[in-house]
């Protein structure tokens, strides 16, 4: 079926009050599809759909929409059919519900929750934001290695229809501590009789409840698991994270790094609404802070040209290679800043290679500088005479040099301090080149030139 | 065990001659970690190691390892060893790793192995680097869909060994064509005697060969998929793609967004060696190219203000609100154009949403100008007087404006153009935002300063 044709069908099983063909019809469908054409109809529609289907689908659909088009439905839902429906959602997607949902409603709405429900909301809402607990879901499948491969089978049975994953199970003692874990693989090929004991992984990889996502999924790459089991203090498995997840953690980590190296204020994920429905104060708040940082940086700028002001009037030609030059030092420290933030996010760079990096990016800077050099050296020629081509060419030697040397280092030294090595943005990269260039450009116009200074009756 | 314990107990095995101890030891050990351990010792080290392991264990260290340290140690296995391992690797490795080896001895190499995988590679390797069809392994299950569960899960008992997955299993017809899929959960919970007919999902989501990899990546997971069919023109099963090839295919896209962004050249995975190992050529032609092209965009800037000469000799301290301004515009594009760009990659904004985001984008540009230009105006009465801070704060506005505008709509235009959002990058709307910027600053000095240009002899 395409995708466009979803929403017309629906309508006109609703319209004719044919709700078998409409239970047949949504079925028949994956809950993204009817999500992704709920997107595009007014909330009232997907209200009385959501009546129509039934708690259980609406859960699964709802499941799968954005936090931001959730935020709309749900003051539409009343409170009874509300609490249906969360208490058919699977355990780790009904706490990221939950959390967009007013304090004063959350309360009530808690209360009308199976008491099962309940507790494991408040068990997994304690986790903070952006931890492994927090994304985690306790409706995983863990057994004793005592019993045999039967028994096993028989369990994955009879708990399958609530677990988000049957094909990795756990194996815990009696306190509940992980101590192994066995994929459903190894169960099917193994004979009935058989021990989980002999079966079983021993210590399977792990993260903690506190550890940040980026950890579990860091580990769920390297080893190509499709979950990896989560545990406290005390060992003991609190839930486990599977690999639906970690897509998301994944995406959200690769946006934080972006918004950060584009001086933008990332936010959390679930305050961080879709672009569409951000208001315009949020927007301000994301935006401002850095714009004024860099202002105050972008002021030692306008010093350094304030204090070559003699330079400057005795050779105003000067001025039309300003930006040209401290561009390309800027432009050159982004890209520098852009390969190594990426280098260090996947894992290809480490803190100790940076010695040997340092003398490889002297190496191609110098190699650019001097062909960019030549280039605008060129055009100096034409528009101001050879000395003033000159000055230009040594400058934009060094202003690449010295803007690459900032790009690779800072994100190096951020990371040194514990921080965000994407933090080093572009826009920060380039005001600390854009200084560094001025004071570049006209100290070296200011020697060289000194003769035609002179003349003109400067210092 | 601890990470850095792996090497030292290996070099322990090695020089006793323990081959025992060091089997078990290996076995003990996760294939990535032994790759991680492998990254620091040197090349003969691992060729000795490999040697006594054996090819099973080899093949899966060497797939876990980056393409930059496969690239090293291949010249120094000998042809016989490495076309043994090269026959134990999984299907989509192989064809990753084949493509690394220079062309004579991948032709030598191809003579060497069983009749079936060489025509393996040979199926896999037509398809071009980002294709579905590229990242695909012929190594899953198909079954017709008249056999019992139980004969299905004979077939997956004895296949298993061989396949990437045995948790989905996909449904053909005589002509190998593909129109159902089952999950292992689903064989599972049935009756051993029901047919598998009765438990497929009819016409499962499926990608083709020639889709872009980026279309896998986001079927599986809008429909949190672990396993995507590749069928070809006719619908015929061709391969799957798994989850752990679409993690790398994550990371991948983000990482060539972010390079583009910062106005790097992405190069195609298989060239793209880890920063350390990519050498000093290869780096300047990945970042030169860009360089060049901004250094004669910023001529328009400098020419912008060859035009304005007159204004600038006559208000010199001009010249010191000259990077600040212009800084900032091209600040406040970058950070629109980050957030457009991650917008569109997300999903979150769609072509069609461009008039509503012009208007709101108009009113927080207006808002965060307002405010840095008051910020600045205090500076600009300290510096130069009421005249130059009206001056400065009324160009604030405008670049501010003129920014986040070039910022916002760059991405969709190049989207528009069926290019990468992200080509947008930092340095182009900056050097954008710098033309701009310098136009509309002494556009408007000329004009409002202009008795003060009149008395100092200007035009």
């Given at each position: 079926m395409k995708k466009h044709h979803i929403y017309p069908t629906l309508k006109k099983h609703?319209?004719?009050?044919?709700?078998?063909?409409?239970?047949?019809?949504?079925?028949?469908?994956?809950?993204?599809?009817?999500?992704?054409?709920?997107?595009?109809?007014?909330v009232s529609e997907t209200v009385r759909l959501f009546d129509k289907v039934g708690p259980r689908c609406a859960s699964k659909v709802l499941s799968h929409m954005g936090s931001g088009?959730?935020?709309?439905?749900?003051?539409?839902?009343?409170?009874?059919?509300?609490?249906?429906?969360?208490?058919?959602?699977?355990?780790?997607?009904?706490?990221?519900?939950?959390?967009?949902?007013?304090?004063?409603?959350?309360?009530?709405l808690m209360q009308m929750l199976s008491r099962a429900e309940r507790e494991d909301i408040i068990r997994l809402e304690r986790h903070s934001e952006g931890t492994a607990g927090a994304i985690m879901t306790s409706e995983y499948i863990a057994f004793?290695?005592?019993?045999?491969?039967?028994?096993?089978?028989?369990?994955?049975?009879?708990?399958?229809?609530?677990?988000?994953?049957?094909?990795?199970?756990?194996?815990?003692?009696k306190e509940h501590r992980l101590f192994g874990s066995v994929t459903l693989r190894k169960l099917i090929l193994a004979k009935t009789e058989t021990k989980v004991r002999e079966l079983m992984h021993l210590d399977p990889v792990r993260v903690r409840v506190e550890d940040d996502q980026e950890i579990a999924a860091g580990k769920m790459k390297k080893y190509d698991l499709l979950a990896i089991p989560v545990t406290d203090d005390d060992e003991i498995l609190a839930g486990i994270i599977t690999h639906d997840d970690i897509h998301d953690v994944i995406v959200e980590e690769a946006t934080e790094d972006f918004h950060r190296f584009g001086a933008v204020i990332h936010e959390p994920p679930d305050l961080n609404l879709s672009m569409g429905q951000a208001?315009?104060?949020?927007?301000?708040?994301?935006?401002?802070?850095?714009?004024?940082?860099?202002?105050?940086?972008?002021?030692?700028?306008?010093?350094g040209i304030a204090y070559?002001?003699?330079?400057?009037?005795?050779?105003?030609?000067?001025?039309?290679?300003?930006?040209?030059?401290i561009g390309s030092g800027g432009n050159a420290g982004a890209q520098s800043a852009t390969l190594m933030i990426r280098a260090i996010a996947v894992g290809d760079v480490k803190l100790k290679d940076w010695f040997g990096l340092l003398g490889k990016e002297v190496s191609v800077?110098?190699?650019?500088?001097?062909?960019?050099?030549?280039?605008?050296?060129?055009?100096?020629?034409?528009?101001?005479?050879?000395?003033?081509?000159?000055v230009v060419a040594m400058t934009m030697i060094l202003t690449v040099l010295f803007g690459s040397l900032v790009g690779m280092s800072l994100p190096f030294l951020l990371t040194r301090l514990k921080m965000d090595p994407a933090s080093a943005s572009a826009p920060l990269v380039t005001s600390i080149a854009d200084i560094g260039g001025v004071l570049i450009y006209f100290s070296i116009a200011t020697w060289y030139l000194r003769d035609i200074i002179a003349a003109s009756g400067g210092v």
């Open positions: 609703l319209e004719k009050g044919h709700i078998k063909s409409l239970l047949k019809f949504c079925d028949a469908l994956h809950p993204a599809d009817l999500a992704g054409a709920m997107e595009k109809v007014p088009d959730q935020a709309n439905i749900l003051p539409e839902l009343s409170d009874a059919d509300l609490s249906e429906i969360i208490n058919e959602m699977s355990s780790d997607d009904r706490v990221d519900l939950i959390r967009i949902i007013p304090h004063e409603r959350r309360q009530k004793s290695e005592d019993i045999t491969v039967r028994e096993a089978m028989d369990i994955i049975r009879l708990e399958a229809a609530d677990k988000e994953t049957i094909y990795f199970t756990y194996v815990i003692d208001g315009i104060w949020t927007m301000i708040r994301k935006r401002l802070p850095w714009l004024l940082i860099l202002v105050f940086m972008n002021i030692f700028s306008g010093a070559f002001e003699d330079t400057i009037e005795a050779v105003v030609a000067l001025v039309f290679f300003l930006p040209l030059l800077a110098i190699g650019i500088g001097m062909i960019m050099g030549l280039a605008v050296s060129l055009i100096g020629i034409l528009r101001a005479g050879p000395e003033v081509a000159v």
